[in-house]
């Protein structure tokens, strides 16, 4: 909820907005701007018009993880490679190494980054994917700009990606152009929707002034990225069921456990015997390359 000087700043930034250009608004970047009565602006301010497009706290995009690595590689059933990812500025070696196995789950749950990491996912992708990718307003130099390597083999199978609310930053962009072109299938909750650059104002607040967009019409700013499959998950089973891997637990044993039920039915048994919650996100992730896999096995007709 609003606080009053925030609300003011909101009001304040507003007017300012609509009735000059000289502020330094984009109008690609505030959609229809000018479509809004001074009198709505007052009324509803302009954070509450766009949302995400204002802030009134410096936009961060710093992981909390206290991991001393950029990956965690997993062996799953099914020979399902399931690498977790930390940093993504330090990840290129490890996903190279497994970008041609068959069965890959790729987790980006909780994970914040600068990076758009393209040439990163450029070898899970089919060539020209990135063609689409645009920027709108004013963002950091060459931010779309690598080189690709064309050598990788390219893989017969989508990758699965785990997303969660607390995926965060201009890669977004990116997942949500990887998965138009069927190079990735996502799995979990929409993404932050932090694809945007801001600029601080004079009311301390900090407007949207640049933004990275899958495409020329798709903005992902306060809305973020959706996932073809989506979970309905709680906050509180969203960090515990992600967090409890953190913390030692064997990852296989976050997965649906086909005995878990009958071996603890015993209502005596006490709470440090009691079945370990199974990681929804992750447990369809595994669900669906099982089903590919079943596909593939399918004779053709």
């Excluded at 502020?23 to 995400?52: C, K, M, V, W």
């Excluded at 993880?65 to 290129?92: C, F, G, M, N, W």
């Excluded at 994917?129 to 920027?135: E, N």
């Excluded at 017969?156 to 995926?167: F, K, W």
Aim: charge should be negative.
């Amino acid at each position: 909820m609003m606080t009053v000087q925030q609300y003011l700043s909101t009001t304040v930034v507003c007017v300012t907005a609509a009735c000059s250009q000289a502020h330094g608004i984009d109008e690609a970047l505030f959609p229809d701007l000018n479509t809004h009565s001074d009198e709505a602006i007052r009324l509803h301010g302009l954070a509450q018009l766009y949302p995400g497009r204002v802030l009134f706290e410096a936009p961060q995009l710093t992981s909390t993880t206290e991991s001393r690595v950029a990956t965690r590689v997993e062996d799953l059933p099914r020979e399902i490679k399931y690498i977790r990812l930390y940093r993504l500025d330090e990840a290129q070696s490890v996903l190279e190494a497994f970008q041609a196995h068959h069965a890959l789950i790729l987790d980006f749950r909780f994970l914040k980054s600068k990076q758009t990491a393209i040439h990163l996912f450029d070898a899970f992708a089919t060539t020209g994917w990135t063609q689409g990718l645009t920027t709108v307003g004013t963002v950091p130099e060459g931010l779309i700009q690598t080189k690709l390597n064309n050598s990788y083999t390219l893989r017969d199978t989508p990758v699965i990606v785990l997303c969660n609310r607390e995926t965060a930053g201009p890669f977004e962009a990116v997942l949500h152009r990887l998965q138009q072109n069927g190079s990735i299938i996502a799995v979990g909750e929409s993404t932050t929707g932090h694809t945007g650059f801001y600029e601080k104002t004079e009311p301390n607040a900090w407007i949207l002034n640049g933004e990275i967009r899958p495409d020329r019409d798709t903005s992902l700013v306060g809305s973020g990225f959706q996932p073809r499959i989506q979970i309905a998950i709680n906050a509180e089973q969203n960090y515990l069921t992600y967090h409890l891997y953190e913390a030692g637990t064997d990852i296989t044993l976050l997965l649906r456990q086909e005995n878990q039920n009958k071996a603890h039915s015993d209502e005596s048994l006490d709470d440090k015997n009691a079945p370990i919650e199974t990681d929804q996100i992750l447990q369809r992730g595994v669900d669906i390359i099982a089903a590919l896999q079943t596909l593939q096995q399918q004779p053709e007709l």
